[in-house]
């Protein structure tokens, strides 16, 4: 199983929990309904979470690595403000795509402190996956794409998390094993320094076995946009829903907040391991999912687990 095949299983959770999780800002759909396994009809359009992470899916196609300048401008050519990017991030992409550098753009960011938001977060899993079994690597790749538009530790440290999650997940799949969710939690907290994020993930770990409401209470569900109120809550999900891609998704969308968000990042951890086999993301959740870019879209052949 190559590295790529991993990074794009992950895509393909990331997008597919990302446009899910977007139909709940919608009236008219249910929890409920989702949680007995209706799931909304019609197209579900993805939103920044998964514009962001195709370019991201993208460069490691093409390069194995990420060069900052060159994620920089595909970020800004690539961006349509209709998918749901906030308003800073508009912002910055527009100043980037009209010439400023990137570098400048994103110190400059809320009074000069860069954004701690959950942008780098959301987009990363498919780099851990792609780096699966390496997580050191995964977590200094992550810091150079977080980089690009965030310059807060808060916000670098979050993508970090969610990285190393990522890969993690990968390799437990690669070597058919699956950790136990304390043991994930601990492997993303050996490459953290002290910070919200960390301090957040390890409340998560003394939250392992409660029940969704009372760790969304606890971590936060994204509903303030920040890496600190995202990362810690979705990496209780993943850890505790890995084996299982659709209790995870909707075990986000109970929870509420940031939904669309935490079901990208959450989706691209648990897909990392689960595949699109059994436990895996369901093939009538992609049919409804909008395709992915040309360049990264799976042929039918390439969407059963390769085992």
Same mark, same amino acid.
């Given at each position: 199983?190559?590295?790529?095949?991993?990074?794009?299983?992950?895509?393909?959770?990331?997008?597919?929990?990302?446009?899910?999780?977007?139909?709940?800002?919608? *009236?008219?759909?249910?929890?409920?309904?989702?949680?007995?396994?209706?799931?909304?009809?019609?197209?579900?359009?993805?939103?920044?979470?998964?514009?962001?992470?195709?370019?991201?899916?993208?460069?490691?196609?093409?390069?194995?690595?990420?060069?900052?300048?060159?994620?920089?401008?595909?970020?800004?050519?690539?961006?349509?403000?209709?998918?749901?990017?906030?308003?800073?991030?508009?912002?910055?992409?527009?100043?980037?795509?009209?010439?400023?550098?990137?570098?400048?753009?994103?110190?400059?960011?809320? =009074?000069?402190?860069?954004?701690?938001?959950?942008?780098?977060?959301?987009?990363?899993?498919?780099?851990?996956?792609?780096?699966?079994?390496?997580?050191?690597?995964?977590?200094?790749?992550?810091?150079?794409?977080?980089?690009?538009?965030?310059?807060?530790?808060?916000?670098?440290?979050?993508?970090?998390?969610?990285?190393?999650?990522?890969?993690?997940?990968?390799?437990?799949?690669?070597?058919?094993?699956?950790?136990?969710?304390?043991?994930?939690? =601990?492997?993303?907290?050996?490459?953290?320094?002290?910070?919200?994020?960390?301090?957040?993930?390890?409340?998560?770990?003394?939250?392992?076995?409660?029940?969704?409401?009372?760790?969304?209470?606890?971590?936060?569900?994204?509903?303030?946009?920040?890496?600190?109120?995202?990362? *810690?809550?979705?990496?209780?999900?993943?850890?505790?829903?890995?084996?299982?891609?659709?209790?995870?998704?909707?075990?986000?969308?109970?929870?509420?907040? =940031?939904?669309?968000?935490?079901?990208?990042?959450?989706?691209?951890?648990?897909?990392?391991?689960?595949?699109?086999? =059994?436990?895996?993301?369901?093939?009538?959740?992609?049919?409804?999912?909008?395709?992915? *870019?040309? *360049?990264?879209?799976?042929?039918?052949?390439?969407?059963?687990?390769?085992?």
């Amino acid at each position: 199983m190559t590295s790529l095949r991993l990074c794009l299983d992950s895509l393909e959770g990331l997008s597919v929990g990302d446009a899910l999780g977007a139909q709940f800002f919608v *009236p008219g759909t249910s929890v409920r309904d989702l949680a007995a396994g209706r799931v909304p009809d019609g197209h579900w359009w993805w939103t920044d979470n998964t514009e962001m992470a195709c370019s991201v899916a993208d460069q490691l196609r093409q390069h194995g690595r990420i060069d900052q300048d060159q994620l920089a401008f595909a970020f800004a050519g690539q961006f349509e403000p209709y998918r749901g990017y906030g308003a800073g991030a508009v912002v910055m992409l527009r100043q980037i795509r009209e010439g400023a550098y990137w570098r400048d753009v994103a110190r400059a960011a809320f =009074d000069g402190q860069g954004s701690m938001g959950n942008g780098a977060a959301m987009r990363v899993a498919p780099l851990g996956a792609f780096y699966a079994g390496d997580s050191r690597t995964a977590a200094l790749q992550a810091m150079r794409s977080a980089e690009v538009t965030h310059a807060h530790g808060e916000g670098i440290l979050g993508a970090v998390a969610v990285a190393v999650a990522a890969a993690e997940a990968g390799w437990a799949r690669t070597v058919r094993d699956r950790p136990a969710p304390r043991e994930l939690l =601990d492997a993303v907290l050996a490459y953290l320094i002290d910070s919200r994020v960390k301090a957040g993930i390890e409340r998560a770990r003394e939250l392992l076995g409660v029940d969704v409401a009372e760790a969304a209470y606890e971590l936060g569900n994204g509903s303030q946009v920040l890496a600190q109120d995202t990362v *810690p809550f979705a990496l209780w999900v993943a850890a505790t829903h890995l084996h299982d891609y659709r209790s995870a998704i909707v075990t986000c969308v109970e929870a509420g907040g =940031d939904v669309d968000t935490t079901c990208a990042i959450v989706g691209g951890i648990v897909a990392a391991h689960t595949g699109l086999g =059994d436990g895996g993301i369901p093939s009538l959740w992609i049919e409804r999912r909008e395709p992915l *870019p040309d *360049p990264l879209r799976r042929t039918p052949d390439q969407l059963g687990d390769p085992g």
